[in-house]
């Protein structure tokens, strides 16, 4: 990995956070940012796969943080 740039508190730019984001990303099936990139910004995203399993799309989901997280 090259060099990545921490934009806020929350950004992911360590070589091994990044590696474990990657496999809670795989873990859990979808991928959350809290304020990583904006401030005030949550983001989702999951893979859509085909009948055989294999990902041939992918869907992103982002908003305002105070309507995106259940309080």
Do not use: H
């Amino acid at each position: 990995l090259g060099y990545i740039k921490k934009y806020l508190p929350n950004s992911l730019y360590k070589k091994d956070d990044l590696i474990n984001n990657l496999q809670s990303i795989r873990e859990e099936g979808y991928a959350f940012s809290d304020e990583e990139i904006d401030k005030g910004v949550v983001a989702y995203g999951i893979p859509i796969r085909d009948f055989n399993e294999k990902v041939v799309a992918s869907l992103s989901v982002a908003g305002p943080r105070e309507r995106m997280l259940l309080q």
